[in-house]
């Protein structure tokens, strides 16, 4: 099994950055992947993708050089889980956790027996079994990323972290705001002060921080409060912003406005 670069990066205290795909192409796939992201990121909790446009992305990242795949499955599901390591994820984000029996029920699914309760099989992922040392390697380069986005994640947030097996406390600040009563205020009072304290846990266990970029200040930002698994947007905002721009700069020439 190839080593996790991400996972090992992290593991130095170094930084990484990362971006979200969720076009479900792998065309789209590819580009995100030669682009020199760390990891990026295959969204199948709000993109509208399957298995079989899960499979076809992460063929697609395979083929384009370094970057790490990782999933964002649906919910804490063992089953799920276990699909899209299965497919070949190298890390799977798992989002709505709240207690720490949760945060086990999570690493028990990506791991093997006796660590935990991943089924055995001659996957893609094991390269459909001609990698003869996937079984006993994946335990140790599968990343579990556990979106901490709720006050009773915050509420529990010592005992979640404690569980072993977590490599990334990621913040979900949208999801955090809106739970906490304050909808896309990521600086109202109660909120910065949950956040800091997902940060003084996840420090206090040299855990890695990660969430979530709008804008390169916004990242610089993050960058200096020690957030070490970091997404600078994803697929959909980059052809956004792109498109828009280029719209705008074609409107503003003298020649096109003044007609």
């Not at 910065?192 to 266990?205: F, S, V």
């Amino acid at each position: 099994m190839k080593p996790n670069r991400v996972k090992q990066l992290l593991n130095e205290g170094k930084y990484t950055c990362g971006s979200w795909v969720s076009l479900c192409s792998p065309i789209a796939a590819e580009v995100m992947g030669l682009m020199g992201f760390d990891w990026v990121l295959v969204d199948m909790e709000h993109g509208a993708g399957d298995y079989q446009t899960l499979l076809g992305q992460l063929q697609a990242l395979g083929a384009a050089g370094e970057t790490v795949p990782i999933v964002r499955v649906q919910w804490n599901d063992p089953v799920v889980i276990k699909r899209v390591l299965d497919i070949g994820a190298y890390g799977v984000m798992v989002p709505g956790i709240k207690t720490a029996e949760e945060a086990q029920r999570a690493v028990a699914a990506i791991k093997y027996p006796p660590q935990g309760i991943r089924g055995l099989a001659g996957n893609r992922g094991a390269r459909y079994g001609a990698d003869a040392d996937y079984v006993k390697q994946a335990n140790d380069e599968i990343m579990m990323v556990l979106q901490i986005e709720t006050k009773a994640a915050i509420d529990n947030i010592d005992a979640i972290l404690d569980v072993p097996g977590i490599d990334v406390a990621f913040l979900g600040p949208n999801d955090l705001s809106g739970d906490m009563g304050h909808v896309g205020h990521w600086d109202h009072p109660d909120v910065t002060k949950a956040i800091k304290k997902l940060e003084d846990a996840a420090n206090k266990r040299n855990i890695a921080l990660g969430t979530i970029s709008r804008n390169w200040e916004a990242a610089k930002t993050c960058i200096e409060a020690g957030y070490r698994f970091q997404s600078l947007l994803g697929d959909i905002p980059f052809l956004m912003q792109g498109a828009r721009s280029a719209v705008a700069n074609f409107r503003q020439h003298p020649d096109v406005a003044k007609g």
